[in-house]
């Protein structure tokens, strides 16, 4: 496996005191040269004629690899290692958000509205006509991103209290990207009903719903159900994001190698959530072979043993991995790391497309990808043409709160996915570029537009 590039979420702050003499502060940064971080930021806080008190930034590959850096820097002689800093623990420390009150409190008068007894006044005109509480409450830019802890991003059932740091994260991404007001629900139960009851209980609060990190086939259920029994958005981001993302980079990928989605053979590894939501997508924007695997190779009728939304695309052939990837146009990988070889990649068509998305280690690394290669995409941000979530739904609630919609459709999924493709103009297209930043500020605004309109033309827009 091909090391990792070094990366701010493993990065350090080392203090260092050096000696205030010519060379010495070169002799540092070698020794981060040698081992293979890559050195950042370096700041003087003290400097006395003797010593030098210096902050270094440095981004390394792995937790290991960081110490690797710390001791390399230790042995140096004179210079001593006051202390080190994980510059992600601390950005995590106390939590990243915060609740803020809108409007300040500085009076009797201020206070006598806000709450008691003005409120009541409010109170009552919500009880008379509930649709006021769009209005008058914080229900209509407010979304409760819930997750059982079941499917912590690739790292698997931890349990809610480790599946907090990503969910505070993602209200940040939230109320950065869109202007959206959300809250992490951590929920201390994986039983399909319970999670159901829970977010039912809650949803007057909130005017729409984001499922996070939740297991399959549990989260296919616990969607559906939520659609059905509740009338604001229901959002499985893990699914229906990634989705959305995926279907937008191939879009362009297809224009740069001159194929069409309805031509082409896709071959997709994972068939959890992910997996089977991208496939619906694919599937719905005109792609018509479509072979899906899991760990026991490809999903085919001849298995007795899949899942209903397995089921949905079974196939006559049989294998590994392999095997179907063997002349296939596109590889997209929802999966595990290093599960294809570069040996694999070589046997697909000329100007494959290879979207190995898995995180914090891809399917196979860029740097290993053969010739035949003319589009690799990841879900990591240190290579080009990273398929990230954020790109979808902060746009997709940010339209479906904006018009009040009761639901979010396939359709209202599908535009999205176009909206994000058409900002990358044709100009601008190419291997390394098939799709927008995820600091794009048009990219929200232009997802929101599309669902806006697909939610209108649909007839379910209330607002």
């Known amino acids: 496996m091909t090391n990792l590039t070094p990366n701010s979420s493993f990065s350090v702050t080392l203090r260092l005191q050096i000696p205030n003499r010519i060379g010495m502060l070169a002799s540092v940064t070698q020794a981060i040269a040698s081992t293979g971080g890559n050195l950042g930021q370096i700041d003087l806080i003290e400097q ?33 290692v006051i202390d080190v800093y994980d510059r992600t623990f601390n950005l995590h420390r106390g939590g990243k958000i915060s609740i803020a009150s809108r409007i300040p409190l500085k009076s009797v008068s201020d206070l ?19 649709q006021e509480v769009y209005n008058l409450t914080i229900k209509k830019n407010t979304v409760a991103i819930v997750t059982d802890g079941s499917a912590v991003l690739g790292l698997g059932n931890l349990g809610p209290e480790a599946a907090l740091p990503v969910m505070e994260g993602k209200a940040m991404l939230f109320k950065e990207f869109a202007d959206i007001d959300a809250f992490p629900i951590c929920l201390d139960t994986q039983d399909t009903e319970e999670i159901v009851k829970a977010v039912k209980y809650i949803a007057p609060v909130f005017g729409g719903v984001n499922l996070e990190d939740i297991a399959a086939p549990r989260c296919f259920e616990i969607e559906q159900r939520l659609q059905a029994e509740l ?26 190698v001159k194929k069409s989605i309805a031509d082409i053979r896709i071959v997709m590894n994972g068939a959890g959530a992910a997996g089977i939501a991208v496939a619906r997508l694919l599937r719905k924007a005109g792609a018509e072979q479509i072979w899906l695997c899991d760990s026991k190779g490809i999903i085919s009728t001849s298995r007795t043993d899949l899942t209903t939304e397995k089921q949905e695309f079974a196939v006559k052939a049989q294998g590994t991995l392999a095997g179907a990837v063997q002349g296939a146009d596109v590889f997209i990988g ?44 990841t879900g990591r941000s240190d290579y080009p043409n990273q398929i990230n ?51 794009d500020n048009r990219v929200a605004t232009a997802v929101a537009a599309a669902v806006k309109q697909a939610a209108r033309e649909e007839g379910i827009a209330h607002g």
């Open 48 to 80: 006395s004629r003797e010593l030098s008190i210096r902050d270094l930034t440095v981004d390394a590959a792995s937790t290991e690899h960081a110490e690797t850096i710390v001791q390399s820097i230790k042995s140096l002689p004179d210079i001593k």
């Open 334 to 377: 929802v999966s595990a790391p290093g599960v294809l070889t570069p040996e694999m990649v070589q046997g697909m068509t000329k100007d494959a497309i290879v979207f190995a998305m898995a995180n914090p280690i891809p399917e196979i690394q860029p740097e290993l990808a053969p010739k035949n290669v003319a589009v690799m995409a």
């Open 112 to 130: 006598a509205m806000a709450y008691t007894p003005g409120v009541g006044r409010i109170c009552k005109a919500i009880a008379q006509k509930p």
């Open 231 to 256: 009338d604001i958005p229901i959002f499985h981001d893990d699914q229906n994001g990634t989705a959305i993302v995926t279907l937008a980079a191939l879009l362009n990928a297809l224009k740069l």
């Open 389 to 439: 979530n954020v790109l979808a739904f902060p746009g997709v609630f940010r339209g479906a709160l904006d018009c009040r919609a009761k639901t979010i459709t396939t359709n209202m999924c599908l535009e999205a996915a176009y909206a994000i493709a058409s900002l990358v103009k044709p100009t601008d297209l190419n291997r390394e570029h098939i799709i927008p930043s995820v600091f």
